[in-house]
C-alpha cells in the first residue's frame, strides 16, 4: 500500500512569503503529525490533526498553522516565512492517534527561505 | 517536561562490528520508547518500540534495544553492523498523553 506523500519535496521561498505544504497519509490512517526538523533543534512537533481536529499543537508562532481534511489529507502552511523557517517539515500518519502506537513518516518537505 | 538525551552525536564503526547507541529519557514514570531511522534524504523509519513487558525487544533489521528502568535508558544495539546501516538515529519517548518527543539523534558512519 502507498506510503505517506508529501509536495512539494523542495521549495524555495523569499522572507515574508507564505507556503503550503501538503501531506497525503497512508489510506485508513485518521491521525496526521507534523514535524520541523533543523540540524540545531532536531525534530520538533508542530501539531497532529485526528479525524479533521487539532488534537495537539507544539510551542510554534501563530504563523505556523495546519488543517486536515474529510479524506485525512492534511496541509501546513507557514505565513510571513523567516529565514529560521528553512527547515525539513516531516508529516507521520498513524492509524489513530499519534501518541500510541507507530508512525509513518513521509519523505518531507524541504523548505529554503532566502 | 520529558526529555531524550542520545549523548553521541556522531559514532563511526567499522563493518562487522557490533554497535551500541545511547539513549536516556526524563519522565516520571515508564513512557512509550522508539528508536527511529532516517537516511539521507528519507523520512523516519521505525526499527522497534517498547511500552511494556519484556525489558529486551527485537525490532527490524536484525536491531534491538534493551529498556533499563534503573538508568532510565533504551539503549539500541546490533551484533554486526552493515555498510547499509550508515544513517542517523533517532531515539524518541511518549509519557501519558504528552507530545512525541525525540532525541537529537546519532549518526551512524560505517566504515569498510
Same mark, same amino acid.
Given at each position: ?114 | 517536561?520529558?526529555?531524550v538525551?542520545q ?14 547507541l545511547r539513549c536516556n529519557y526524563?519522565?516520571?514514570?515508564t513512557p512509550y520508547l522508539f528508536w %527511529? ?11 522497534l518500540k517498547y511500552?511494556?513487558?519484556?525489558t529486551?525487544v ?7 534495544a534493551e529498556f533499563k528502568r534503573?538508568q532510565s535508558s533504551f539503549n539500541l ?11 542517523? %538515529?533517532?531515539c524518541a519517548s ?9 532525541g ?9
Amino acid at each position: 500500500k502507498a506510503g505517506v506523500t508529501q509536495t512539494p519535496r523542495y521549495l524555495i521561498k523569499t522572507r515574508g512569503q507564505q507556503v503550503t505544504l501538503s501531506c497525503s497519509p497512508i489510506s485508513g490512517h485518521r491521525s496526521v503529525s507534523w514535524y520541523q526538523q533543523t540540524p540545531g533543534q532536531g525534530l520538533q512537533f508542530l501539531f497532529e490533526y485526528f479525524s479533521e481536529t487539532q488534537r495537539n499543537k507544539g510551542n510554534f508562532p501563530g504563523r505556523f498553522s495546519g488543517r486536515q481534511f474529510s479524506n485525512s489529507r492534511s496541509e501546513m502552511n507557514v505565513s510571513t516565512l523567516e529565514l529560521g523557517d528553512s527547515a525539513l517539515y516531516l508529516c507521520a500518519s498513524s492509524l489513530l492517534t499519534a501518541f500510541t502506537g507507530e508512525l509513518f513518516f513521509g519523505e518531507g518537505s524541504r523548505l529554503t527561505v532566502l | 517536561a520529558q526529555s531524550v538525551t542520545q549523548p553521541d552525536i556522531h559514532i563511526t564503526v567499522s563493518e562487522g562490528a557490533s554497535l551500541e547507541l545511547r539513549c536516556n529519557y526524563s519522565y516520571g514514570a515508564t513512557p512509550y520508547l522508539f528508536w %527511529y531511522v532516517q537516511s539521507p534524504g528519507q523520512g523516519l523509519q521505525l526499527l522497534l518500540k517498547y511500552f511494556s513487558g519484556d525489558t529486551l525487544v527485537q525490532g527490524i533489521k536484525g536491531f534491538e534495544a534493551e529498556f533499563k528502568r534503573s538508568q532510565s535508558s533504551f539503549n539500541l544495539r546490533k551484533p554486526s553492523v552493515h555498510w547499509s546501516d550508515a544513517a542517523e %538515529y533517532f531515539c524518541a519517548s511518549q509519557g501519558g498523553s504528552e507530545k512525541l518527543v525525540f532525541g537529537k539523534g546519532t549518526k551512524l558512519t560505517v566504515n569498510p
